[in-house]
């Protein structure tokens, strides 16, 4: 009996590994779907490319953007090269689609837009357990840098999503909507600052 | 809401309203005779303490034995439920990311060694073993040891053993199912039975689903609430004993065990599965001897699972495969020899070794243990164990335990050194917190941490009485934590296990326990606990100084079936402790945990011989913390629960 259980044993434990899902290296985009932006050195920001498809990684410290790039990512800080970008009410790609084919969603006033603007970001975290942080001045677009709350009252800090669709001006004058789908990394443990979305170009 | 110094009065208001019916109905006829607590002491058989079956009466190590009944009385779910009803030094608290950490009078999850059937259990998480995976559904008893007890377990088993014993019989057919809602927090337990005893063979299968929903709890006068974690839990377990013809017992058990774990947002849920499994075989050698072989495989699994996306990454998985051989031989009638030896390996995968790597170990150990009376008052046990250890070592440890009887009288005492051997996530671990900082293991210059602990005990039984004072001094060296090194990582800083002097930990423990023919029974645990730090050091341990526990219940039989009404509670004083001030990982600073007290009702009443239905009231008196702080119970107040347990066959 001993001879019969013991391999039956050892096999069921070793063939435990198959129940689960192998960890595949995926294409950073396939043009309307962005995965795993690795965004997640604070001491760096992440420019993306959204045309190309590419990303370029800048120190903070010597911030030099790489030539064509539209939207930057900094753990959940984001800029936009045209400077401007908002929120729209809207929960899906879909359905922002069809408030504009219905007229219902007209392209915002220059006004309507949210500017980047001088900010600073959290560039230094290992003093986080004596009450401070370092920041270094930068750019920053506030109502794009929304897509994540980030609640520090516990430790981790709990994160919250937003379900809502971006809105991103591009330097050309075009407009793309951005839908956040996630800022973990699957791939890499669930590792938190990866960033993953959708994105649709919008026009009137 | 109860608050600082109303703890206390709740507490003892609680408790003569539930002792003043005892007076009352003493006087009723209509009761169930009680085993007296006599009876109890000389029945009860334990194992833990010298691995040889000793009456509770008869054994030289304090243990404490938490019965079926008992568990039942806790109307518990896991292991958890179990031990806060029981012991008064014991606290769970949310540690990070809520994961839940076990503390026993000073000592941590690690330092405390839990054992299902005498066996080790694969997997923790933050020092701590998964306390959702011990569910009570199929527990015989519960034996707790405390004080070190590494001469018999070895590693961990630094302060205390707590030791599950499974049930291993049951009718000729033994078919049954329950079910419990509660009515906040959404919780429900669900579970099934089939037991069959036919000729040789006993065969009893076990399921239990148990869940509660994510919610929020609020600070007082805030409005943002803290998301508190919801999870669900399935646990399987089938336990297949055939007796041999040679007279031995062949025991075969397998198991399975899943845990799911959400918030609010349900982007990605936390899961963990135990595949377990086992053969053990023991038989009588002579008159008073015994001979177990036993081997044991145990994989903890955890893994992070995306309902967007329906994948589950693997992300840790612990395997341990283990044999033991144990001799007991009665070489004279005073004197018992136990000789034992394991062998075992233990592998571990975990995000937190650098690139998801992994290591292994193998552990070997023998045993001697000699359990001598050499006068009917007088019962000595003595032992030693090396254990040796492939990334660290060898490791001796001995044991001395006396116990003197003298009519009602039990006096014990008791030395035993214990370790804990650096685990393989403590020597090895390289991981990135977040891109905050780095947390380094510490190689194979860390040394096991190390214990010597000495107990003294006094028992009194008389008929339906017990009175049992447990004196316990426990001096740790070595202690194994993380520390901030400034040198690491081009002098940025990063955190590294590390070893610090450690500390001196003292506890007395104070038990009475009653029952009357009346139906009545009760019993109370009083712990007070005090930590001696090193010179220059502080006291860290933030467990309360003044603790207890309290049950009190009642039985009548009557037309439909039993009557059961169970008073139950704990009481926690307000805790004053150091902890760490910032990241320099030297300085301190003061922090203080409030008192509380919680207390649970539960009415149970038999229609019949096969149905149970249970009425229970948690929170008594409607607690709410005014802060939630990392060691408070996360409770939003009183709430209800309804039981029914239906024996088919």
């Not at chain 1, 994540?148 to 430790?155: G, K, L």
């Not at chain 2, 599950?164 to 033994?174: A, E, F, L, W, Y």
């Not at chain 2, 006291?539 to 009548?556: E, I, M, S, W």
Request: glycine share 8%.
């Amino acid at each position: 009996m001993l001879r019969r259980f013991l391999p039956v044993v050892i096999l069921l434990l070793c063939a435990c590994d198959s129940i689960y899902d192998e960890r595949e290296a995926e294409p950073l985009t396939d043009g309307h779907h962005f995965r795993n932006i690795d965004a997640s050195r604070y001491t760096h920001w992440v420019y993306v490319n959204l045309q190309k498809g590419d990303t370029t990684s800048v120190s903070v410290s010597n911030d030099l953007p790489p030539e064509d790039w539209d939207i930057a990512f900094h753990r959940y800080d984001i800029k936009t090269r045209s400077g401007a970008g908002m929120e729209t009410p809207y929960l899906s790609l879909d359905e922002l689609k069809q408030a504009v084919d219905e007229g219902t969603f007209v392209r915002p006033a220059a006004d309507d837009w949210v500017r980047d603007v001088e900010d600073s970001i959290a560039v230094d975290m290992s003093h986080m357990m004596d009450g401070y942080l370092v920041y270094a001045p930068s750019h920053r677009n506030p109502a794009l840098s929304h897509w994540v709350n980030v609640d520090m009252r516990s430790m981790p800090p709990l994160y919250t999503m937003s379900e809502q669709v971006y809105l991103v001006l591009l330097a050309d004058s075009s407009c793309v909507a951005i839908r956040f789908t996630g800022f973990t990394n699957p791939n890499a443990y669930g590792a938190k600052g990866y960033v993953s979305f959708d994105v649709e170009g919008v026009s009137w | 809401m109860v608050t600082g110094g109303k703890t206390w009065l709740h507490c003892l208001t609680t408790l003569l309203l539930g002792t003043m019916p005892m007076v009352c109905l003493a006087v009723t006829e209509e009761t169930d005779t009680a085993q007296t607590m006599k009876d109890y002491y000389l029945s009860t058989v334990t194992v833990t303490a010298t691995r040889t079956p000793k009456t509770l009466d008869s054994t030289p190590v304090v243990t404490r034995v938490v019965t079926a009944e008992d568990i039942r009385k806790a109307d518990a779910t896991n292991i958890r439920d179990v031990l806060l009803a029981e012991l008064p030094g014991v606290e769970f608290s949310y540690a990070m990311n809520q994961q839940l950490t076990m503390s026993m009078q000073g000592l941590g999850g690690m330092a405390v060694l839990i054992l299902v059937d005498g066996e080790r259990l694969a997997g923790e998480t933050l020092d701590n073993t998964d306390y959702l995976r011990l569910n009570m559904a199929d527990v015989e008893r519960i034996e707790i040891v405390k004080g070190a007890a590494s001469a018999l377990y070895g590693s961990n088993a630094v302060g205390a053993v707590v030791n599950i014993i499974t049930k291993s019989s049951c009718n000729p057919m033994d078919v049954g199912m329950n079910t419990r809602w509660g009515s906040r927090y959404g919780e429900q337990r669900h579970g099934g039975k089939l037991g069959i005893q036919k000729g040789k063979v006993t065969s009893l299968l076990n399921v239990q689903y148990d869940k509660q929903n994510p919610y929020h709890v609020f600070n007082l006068g805030d409005t943002a609430g803290f998301p508190v974690y919801g999870n669900r839990q399935w646990n399987v377990k089938e336990k297949l004993m055939l007796h041999t013809p040679s007279g031995g017992q062949l025991t075969a058990r397998g198991g399975y065990y899943f845990h799911e774990r959400r918030s609010f947002d349900d982007r990605q849920r936390d899961r963990a599965r135990d595949f377990s499994g086992g053969l053990r075989y023991t038989r009588t050698v002579g008159d008073e001897g015994a001979l177990e072989l036993s081997y044991t495989a145990d994989r903890y699994d955890k893994s992070d699972y995306y309902p967007l996306t329906d994948k589950d990454y693997l992300d840790y998985k612990n395997v341990q495969h283990g044999a033991r051989g144990l001799l007991r031989l009665g070489l004279a009638d005073s004197l018992t020899l136990t000789l034992g030896g394991d062998a075992m390996s233990d592998f571990l995968m975990t995000y937190q070794f650098a690139e998801g790597g992994t290591h292994s170990q193998l552990t070997a150990d023998a045993f001697v243990q000699a359990d001598w009376l050499p006068h009917p008052l007088w019962d000595i046990v003595a032992g030693v164990r090396t254990d040796w250890l492939s990334h660290y070592g060898s490791v001796l440890t001995p044991k001395l335990a006396v116990l003197f009887r003298t009519g009602c009288w039990r006096l014990r005492a008791g030395y035993a050194h214990g370790f804990r051997a650096p685990t393989l996530k403590e020597m090895y671990m390289d991981f990135n917190m977040a891109n905050i900082f780095n947390i380094y293991g510490g190689g194979e210059a860390l040394k096991a941490e190390k214990s010597h602990s000495y107990t003294l005990s006094g028992e009194y039984v008389k008929n339906n009485f017990s009175l049992t004072v447990t004196g316990l001094y426990n001096a740790i060296r070595d202690e194994i934590t993380t520390l901030w090194d400034r040198s690491l990582d081009g002098g940025r800083g990063a955190m590294r296990y590390t070893n610090i002097p450690g500390t001196r930990l003292a506890s007395v423990e104070v038990t009475g326990a009653a029952r009357f023919d009346t139906g009545f029974s009760g019993k109370v645990s009083y712990a007070f606990f005090r930590e001696f730090p090193l010179p220059g050091a502080v006291n860290t341990a933030d467990t309360r100084p003044h603790a207890l526990t309290a049950q009190v219940d009642y039985k009548r039989s009557w037309k439909p079936g039993q009557l059961t009404v169970v008073l139950n509670g704990r009481y926690l004083s307000e805790a004053r402790f150091y902890t760490l001030a910032g990241s320099d990982y030297e300085s301190f600073e003061p922090m203080t945990s409030p008192s509380y007290t919680l207390w649970k009702l539960l009415i149970m009443q038999t229609f019949g011989k096969r149905v149970t239905m249970t009425l229970g009231v948690d929170n008594l008196w409607d607690y709410r913390p005014r802060t939630y702080l990392y060691n408070s119970p996360y409770t939003l107040g009183r709430s209800f629960s309804l039981g029914l347990s239906i024996d088919i066959l």
